[in-house]
């Protein structure tokens, strides 16, 4: 099984443009069930990810004012090397790796580096255990 068959698409993802202000990436968070907000730009290219534990650091340790902060564009404050999949690889190749680095979710994308959508560990585990795979 492959993550192209499993993947939950955008726009059933929610991406912000890495020049949306921060406060854009922390009400997306605040919304969606991922616990990260997929970073790309207008060519929909994965720029980075920001999660919650990022986020919750991100504003305990800065100096500036929150109405700053929360202006800030994404691009600043996002992992701007996150683990990214290609829709190509397997169900359980991609649960290996996200066990092996301990992440929850990761961006998909095509087969030009495209952002195409997500997945989230619960959903690879539940597709591998309706299929009878574990």
Known sequence: MLLKDVVVR?????????EDCFFDAIKVLNTNRW?????VNTAMKVQGIITDGDA????????????QLNSEPTSKYANKSPTVFLESM??????????????LCAPVVDSEGKFIGAV???HLLRELINNGTI
């Open 35 to 39: 616990g990260a907000v997929f970073v």
């Open 90 to 103: 397997s169900v359980v190749e991609s649960l290996k790796i996200m066990n092996e680095k301990m992440f």
């Open 120 to 122: 989230h560990i619960q």
């Open 10 to 18: 955008f726009p059933d993802v929610q991406v912000v443009n890495e």
């Open 56 to 67: 919750r650091k991100i504003m305990a340790t800065n100096n500036e004012p929150l109405a």
